[in-house]
């Protein structure tokens, strides 16, 4: 990916609310065609710098650029090439579908042919079609977004912000919305940034970027990132592990315990001892039935320990 | 000018679909041109009067027909006793009394000075003032008959454009004038809010729009608005209420659409200052009962504690309802209310400019 384009690239982005410091330094460069996913906890930052590489707000220090023009000369330029799908559906509620896709396309100055090709195939993927005189305040949740999206895309933008967009939506409508990402990106090549809450959909993207306290702790490809996990995940499965979870605690090598329901999940140094131990713990305090197994580790454990360590130092 | 005319489209559609709203837009100006115009009128019929005759002389008797003869008055039967005067005041029977004490024929006839006493129910001040104004005449007038060069009476009043003091002359332009206001200053303030409110502010912000576009765009429709409904209103008060129109069209136009630059540009300012339609509403309703108070429209300007008169300068409404008057009922031309449209372009220009320069700032 290195002889492609850096489509967004931030430097020492800051940004301050009165105490809070939102942004504190970021660095962020996507490449031409990426799926960038930002994740996070509440708080940690995603909206603001989003809102920030849109020119929504300003960026109290450090600079950015869209597609090689600098976000604060040629701020324009960049909103005519980028689309934006906000975490709110922020369309007019009063309008129906095919009006609001109109509006938009009206002010980029999408017409003719051009507009006609466009809304076929916006409403082809989005499944919108049928409801094209629906009022928008109608739609449910995932029509909603599909309808945000399709807003966003009718000027065909060759870079796509979406802050959280899935949010609130059902899990089939989830899934159908990443595919349409997916083919975005894959087959248009536009580049994609998107903020998200949800692990599932990190493992989606090229590459994720985890946010924290108005900094970017860590940025690589999922794959990579859960490589670098540097500890073992077991699970113990049975019934009625739950008041166990103490005893297990305190082997030494355990890092932290976990439970899931009908498992507990165990993350623990990289020895044969610690299962071991674990194993003979759970006997000695008169647990039966269980099967403990080693299982691979999820984006989710690297975040928590990056969280954690990141607590720690 | 390509992306202002299809925000005034998008704003057009939103506007047709909301029915209530068009109604609200078209019909409460006429219900209260209707109500206000006959509810609001300072003229006074039917004032109950209570007469005490203590003289029973023919002069005295002369009088009283006289003040009866105007037709303002309806007497209310008393017993001969000035307690009776006092409870017909009290009871809320008789809102004046009119008593002629005994020797009134004999002074007059003596040539010495003859006294009537006019008692008023000071407690609805205005009734008891314009119908002690119209007793007063009354005697006046019967003085006159008796000396015609020495008595005050044969001051006459006349009163000019409005010959029979008609209320309705001054309050119909005023509420002309104030419909406008509301309409367009709310509409503008709250469209704008609206936008904020459900983000697509925002969006519009991520488009390369610029803010003047998103402005003239937004506050374009409503001005056309609230000319319609000004020419509609203006159409009624001339057909029902026989308003008559004697300045030309043009200076009316000039004029509504000077005072229009004021009316937007606090629609703009309050949306600025405001997060919510809530307190849109708040904070324009605070703007307009300042202007319906102190504009002149209830309470004559001049009355005012002089330092509040000089708050009266700050409200555009103030200049907009004496230029419609004087448009209307006197003929006025640019040229006799440049102190109205100098005052209007400087007051409306800077709040438009600085509300402009505040959404800009925002956005």
Aim: aromatic residues 8%.
């Amino acid at each position: 990916m290195a002889q492609k384009p850096v489509d967004i690239l931030a430097v020492g982005l800051q940004k301050q609310y009165g105490d809070i410091r939102a942004l504190q330094g970021i660095d962020l460069s996507v490449t031409h065609g990426e799926r960038f996913g930002l994740i996070g906890p509440d708080g940690a930052g995603k909206t603001t710098l989003i809102r920030v590489l849109c020119g929504l707000i300003r960026q109290d220090k450090g600079t950015f650029q869209v597609a090689g023009l600098d976000g604060m000369r040629s701020i324009r330029t960049i909103k005519s090439i980028l689309g934006y799908m906000p975490q709110k559906f922020s369309l007019y509620p009063d309008l129906t579908v095919g009006e609001n896709l109109r509006f938009f396309a009206d002010l980029f100055h999408v017409i003719g042919a051009q507009r006609q090709s466009r809304e076929e195939r916006l409403l082809h993927f989005s499944r919108l079609g049928p409801f094209w005189k629906r009022r928008a305040g109608a739609l449910s949740g995932g029509m909603k977004q599909k309808l945000a999206l399709s807003c966003a895309l009718i000027h065909t933008p060759a870079i796509l912000i979406l802050d959280e967009p899935t949010t609130g939506v059902d899990p089939v409508s989830r899934r159908e919305f990443w595919e349409i990402l997916r083919e975005l990106s894959d087959r248009d090549g536009t580049t994609i940034l998107v903020s998200t809450p949800y692990m599932d959909e990190a493992t989606r993207c090229h590459r994720v970027g985890f946010m924290n306290e108005g900094r970017l702790l860590a940025t690589d490809t999922p794959d990579n990132l859960i490589h670098g996990y540097p500890y073992r995940v077991i699970q113990v499965h049975g019934e009625n592990l739950f008041p166990f979870r103490k005893a297990l605690e305190t082997i030494p090598g355990v890092r932290s315990v976990c439970a899931l329901g009908e498992y507990l999940r165990v993350s623990t140094e990289k020895t044969d001892a610690v299962v071991h131990a674990i194993g003979d713990r759970l006997t000695h305090a008169g647990a039966t039935g269980f099967r403990i197994r080693t299982v691979a580790p999820l984006l989710e454990d690297m975040f928590v320990n990056l969280l954690e360590s990141g607590r720690v130092s | 000018m390509r992306v202002i005319m299809h925000l005034i489209r998008k704003e057009f559609l939103q506007i047709m679909k909301d029915k209530p709203m068009l109604g609200i837009i078209f019909i409460m100006p006429l219900v209260q041109l209707f109500v206000l115009g006959y509810a609001i009128t300072t003229d006074i019929k039917d004032v109950a009067i209570s007469i005490l005759d203590q003289d029973q002389t023919p002069e005295s008797r002369a009088v009283i027909a006289s003040v009866m003869q105007s037709g303002r008055f309806v007497a209310v039967p008393v017993e001969s006793r000035i307690q009776d005067i006092r409870r017909s005041l009290f009871n809320g029977h008789a809102q004046l009394a009119l008593v002629i004490p005994p020797g009134f024929a004999r002074d007059l006839i003596a040539g010495l000075p003859a006294d009537i006493q006019l008692i008023i129910d000071g407690v609805d001040s205005n009734t008891a003032l314009v119908g002690s104004g119209y007793a007063r005449s009354s005697i006046l007038q019967y003085a006159a008959t008796l000396s015609p060069v020495l008595l005050p009476g044969n001051v006459r009043v006349r009163a000019l454009y409005n010959p029979e003091l008609e209320s309705t002359f001054g309050i119909i332009p005023g509420i002309i004038a104030l419909l406008l206001t509301i309409v367009t200053m709310m509409l503008t303030a709250l469209g704008l809010v609206r936008e904020r409110e459900i983000g697509t502010l925002e969006q519009l912000n991520v488009t390369p729009i610029r803010p003047i576009q998103l402005v003239i765009g937004k506050i374009l429709p409503f001005a056309i608005l609230g000319g319609l409904m000004f020419a509609l209103s203006l159409a009624v008060a001339m057909a029902w209420f026989r308003i008559p129109m004697r300045g030309s069209v043009f200076t009316l136009t000039v004029m509504a659409a000077i005072y229009l630059l004021t009316t937007l540009g606090l629609g703009i300012f309050i949306s600025t200052a405001t997060s919510t339609q809530q307190q849109a509403i708040f904070l324009a309703w605070f703007i307009l009962v300042m202007s319906i108070l102190m504009s002149g429209f209830m309470f004559p300007i001049s009355n005012m504690p002089e330092a509040l008169q000089m708050i009266t300068y700050l409200i555009p409404l103030r200049y907009f309802i004496t230029a419609l008057r004087d448009i209307l009922l006197k003929g006025a031309t640019l040229a006799d209310l440049s102190f109205q449209w100098e005052a209007l372009l400087i007051l409306g220009g800077s709040i438009f400019i600085f509300s402009i320069l505040n959404f800009r700032k925002q956005v």
